[in-house]
């Protein structure tokens, strides 16, 4: 009991670093220019003239591409890091204004959080070094070979369904305005506190709308075997343009993921650290 105790001591006093908060703070800020650029990427997908991937690591392809691109990247990843860093402490020692399940729940979500953070790090880490491989290519290739070994179709599907629920997670979320609770509510004017629960709510809503259709995609690529389905959000978000509307559901969904992002820079100002 003392050895646990010590440790979550530790996490603790590492989780009250100013330089981490900093960090973190500033790794919103990244995030929300991720999302910027992802959301312009699926413009360019629902009006046909994208040659990258609408999907996270091409917006961080597209940013690495521009004047000052990789030191750019450097400086997002350095804050994802440490955003990974504090969603993982979180996970061990934190949310403890809340109890029981709500709780477990809270950790469980900064798992997740941690692990998409140190993700987009490593992607951001590789385009600096020019890695050129093409996730969707990969994911499908990964997909295929998952599919001819034994039990593999009902993993590809189980994934597909895990992925759907996150993203009906994220609609859920949004709609409740459960992100409230992160927020410095009382630091905020009335003006900006409308803002922040519109924008959140738009974000939430199109990011999970995106990983619902790419969740789903992926069970009906397992159930009629057909790997080239199973292409992550780049294979979803070109599928769903060429059905009825699909433009313009696309571009509802660019507009959603913008707001995330400029709900990021708003995060980065008042989300509890």
Known sequence: MSLTRNAEATAAR?????????????????YGIVHLLFAWLILQVAFDSSGEEANQNGALRTLGAQPMG???????????????????????????????????????ASVVRTVVFLWLAWT?????????SNSADQQQA??????????????????????????VGMVIYG???????????GEMSP???????RLGMAGYIARGAVFAVAGL????????YDPEKARGLDGALRTLR?????????????LGVAAFGVYCFLQSRYRKV
């Open 142 to 167: 990964f997909s295929e070979k998952l599919m001819a070994s034994g039990g593999g179709r009902f993993l590809v599907g189980l994934a597909g369904l895990v992925l759907a629920a996150v993203g």
């Open 175 to 185: 709609l409740k305005k459960k992100f409230e609770r992160n927020l410095k509510i």
């Open 14 to 30: 590492t989780a009250d670093s100013r330089w981490l908060e900093i960090l973190a703070r500033a790794g919103f800020i990244g």
């Open 124 to 132: 951001a880490f590789r385009v600096v070094q020019d890695a050129s």
């Open 242 to 254: 060429d059905q009825p509307y699909g433009q313009i559901l696309l571009a509802l969904m660019a």
């Open 217 to 224: 995609l992926i069970v009906v690529a397992a159930v009629n």
């Open 70 to 108: 990789k030191f750019l990247l450097i400086a997002i990843a350095v804050g994802l890091v440490a955003m990974a860093i504090w969603q993982a402490l979180e996970a061990a020692v934190g949310h403890h204004a809340k109890q029981g399940k709500e709780r477990l729940f809270e950790r469980i």
């Open 191 to 197: 003006k900006t506190r409308t803002l922040a629960r």
